[in-house]
């Protein structure tokens, strides 16, 4: 499996940055897709994460700010980031969970993106 991460950037607090990330190789039909993040000296959090069923999960603090979707080409998830603060400054991974078949549980990460928001 492979997820190919695209977007971020250096962004002005305030503005917006979009990140996709599209997912290519042999994994379950059932899935989860999102983004965590890494900031410098904190541990990888969750950011959002979208199952091939719809369900929606966001961490709470970001939920209003942050948008993720799964539009556009098939396996693509997408997140929408406005009104970025510098503390939204991280490593964004996109992540992929298989949620059925023998590699339920499996995880799958991308490559970092670097997000950079200035004051």
């Known amino acids: 499996v492979q997820l190919q991460a695209s977007g971020g950037g250096l962004v002005q607090a305030g503005g917006s940055l979009r990140l996709s990330c599209a997912a290519s190789?042999?994994?379950?039909?059932?899935?989860?897709m999102g983004w965590y993040r890494q900031a410098p000296g904190l541990e990888r959090e969750l950011v959002a994460a979208?199952?091939?069923?719809?369900?929606?999960d966001y961490k709470r603090s970001l939920k209003g700010r942050f948008t993720i979707s799964r539009d556009g080409p098939e396996n693509t998830v997408t997140l929408q980031m406005n009104s970025l603060k510098p503390e939204d400054t991280a490593v964004y991974y996109c992540h992929l969970v298989e949620l059925g078949g023998i590699n339920y549980g499996v995880e799958h990460w991308g490559k970092g993106t670097q997000v950079t928001v200035s004051s």
């Open positions: 190789g042999k994994f379950f039909k059932e899935n989860a």
């Open positions: 979208l199952t091939s069923e719809g369900s929606i």
